[in-house]
């Protein structure tokens, strides 16, 4: 039992009041009483006696056709003012009033409503709340005593800031008895009742609410979109149906609160269903199994050329959306074919080092790496075998001070030659700085399969200028044998597109009469031709000629006329240029490149 007794106090609340009329330059001004349209400014006294008179003070109150009161019936019309202005409006407080904010209503709209609310001066006293166990969400609870029709506000125990019900939402007011519905995130524990001011009571016995439960699923192997229910217990109190990702789905309640129905929403992926309640808590499902895209095989995946053939297999193609390669970006649909499970694409000319992305939705996806054939030379620097087990060492004899990083030119590309140990199922590499942090642009985290043999980064300034500043190269990971580092050797592109010789019918002679100045090569530098091999003509020759298509010396011993006949495996031909070459070179035309059944894609100097 608790009571409170109070002296009437005379006193004028403070209100915030909404206006009719919009924001204007009124609003910069601190007088309360010089705005535009229907404003509140205070009422009183508060705590008040049913029945008795308050003034309301504010602007352009002549406007106001009704003051609602909290409680059921609460509202007193124009018609009974006992007196109105523009500033001041008197009326009686209705006997059907409760604790709570007051409205002044032009028509059927709320102009203006009291921030603070108005409170009364009989002294509550709380004989009894029942029932105190056994409650669920939505059940009613009664509160008898005296004067309780005072109470403003029940708070139930949730989470920190509590389940708060106002007078105004209770189902039943007397002067002896007041009703109200168990709120839905009220959890078991206290309930405080307060007055609106500074009456606050806590009751001596807490409340048993029961919370949620879950029971299990309809279905746990399903397919995007389709109806899951989820059977428990108060599931009413289920305020978001949240699906891995974070996603969120929205559901129907049964009658019983015992049944949630709900849709899997596309963009998720298979795992538990979270049930996150009103109060704040979560229940958490059993996990749901949804078809899922997934790669058991990426066929050729290493020393990849323009137009080579891959294919992928592997198991729920038909729910890909987007196939991404790298340097050439998301493949168009005709760029690809899908038959059942088995993926095949050409690769484009644009295509680089890196991750083949294969992806069904936002949370599903596959990544494979991929990496183009390289017959540029390299240099060796650093060989021998260093083993990493576990993460347990780092091969640093590149690192601080083992090797000159600022000599490294952008697009080199570094190779590390590797021996995978599979014994424990598998190996991972990191290439990182002198403090084993990953170089920029790098995964942290790179995992080698059983017929890996290198791993390759092509270096990017950023790169090079993590190697310089922090303590150079560090190789680490797990289950590997290091047993060489290499680093490409610079090329001097002097050429590159695609020309097709044909059958002697073509030279290629964009180097030669003035297009390019021989005079900056000197003799004992290597030139050297990328091509890929026409199928089409059915043999091969190359030579390489002055402008009048003659050989160049050092081609003499090619074959016939200085014609070379290679292998149609090969896709490069060079030669170190001599002193006689470049007199051709200088004097006679420049550089053609003529012959048969290739297609020259890059002329370079080293």
Known sequence: MNKLYRYFTLSMVALVGLSLAGCSEDNLDTNPYNKSGVNLVAFGPSPVLRTHEIRITGTNLTQVTSVAFPGEGAVVEKSAFNKV????????????????????????????????????????EIESVSPTTGLNAGDEVTVKGEYVYNIYEAVFTSGVTGASVKAEDFTYVSRKEVRFLVPLAAESGEITF?????????????????????????????????????????????????????????????????????????????????????????????????????????????????????????????????????????????????????????????????????????????????????????????????????????????????????????????????????????????????????????????????????????????????LVANGGLVICGAYFTVTKVALSISENVIWSGSFSLGSWENGLQDLAWGGYDWSQVSAGTSLRLYYEVDPSVGYVNIRFGNGSWAALPSTADWGTDGNATPDPSQTTIETKLTADDMEQLLNAGGLVICGAGIVCKKIVLQ
Do not use: C
């Open 194 to 466: 307060n007055d609106g001011a500074e009456w606050t009571y806590t009751y001596e016995t807490p409340l048993e609410v029961l919370t949620a439960t879950y029971a299990g699923l309809s279905v746990k192997a399903a397919d995007f979109g389709q109806e899951v229910q989820i059977s428990g217990t108060n599931l009413h109190t289920v305020e978001t149906v949240m699906f891995p990702g974070g996603v969120t789905s929205e559901f129907t309640v049964s009658d019983d609160h015992k049944t949630l129905t709900t849709n899997i929403p596309a963009e998720t992926k298979s795992g538990a269903i979270t049930l996150v309640l009103y109060s704040g808590a979560s229940l958490t499902t059993d996990e749901v199994t949804l078809p899922t895209l997934a790669v058991t095989k990426v066929s050729p995946d290493k020393d990849l050329r323009a137009g080579d053939k891959v294919t992928v297999t592997g198991e729920n193609f038909d729910r890909i959306a987007s196939i991404s390669l790298p340097g050439s970006g998301i493949l168009a649909d005709t760029e690809y074919t899908i038959s059942g499970n088995t993926l095949t694409f050409t690769v484009p000319d644009d295509m680089t080092d890196g991750n083949l992305e294969i992806v069904q939705n936002s949370f599903i996806s596959v990544s494979h790496k991929l990496m183009m054939y390289s017959d540029a030379p390299e240099e060796a620097i650093w060989a021998g075998s260093f083993t990493i087990g576990g993460w347990d060492a780092g091969m640093q004899d590149l690192a601080w001070g083992g090797y000159d990083w600022s000599t490294v030119k952008p697009g080199q590309v570094l190779t590390v030659y590797v021996t995978p140990d599979m014994s424990q199922g598998w190996s991972q590499i990191r290439v990182g700085n002198g403090s084993w942090a990953a170089l920029p642009g790098t995964a942290d985290v790179n995992d080698l399969t059983a017929e890996d043999t290198k791993f390759t980064v092509s270096l990017t300034q950023e790169m090079i200028d993590e």
């Open 85 to 124: 202005d523009d500033r001041d409006l008197y009326l009686n407080v209705p006997d059907a009033s409760v604790p709570g904010q007051i409205k002044l209503m032009v028509g059927s709209e709320a102009v203006a409503t009291s921030v603070s609310p108005i409170t009364f001066e009989e002294p509550i």
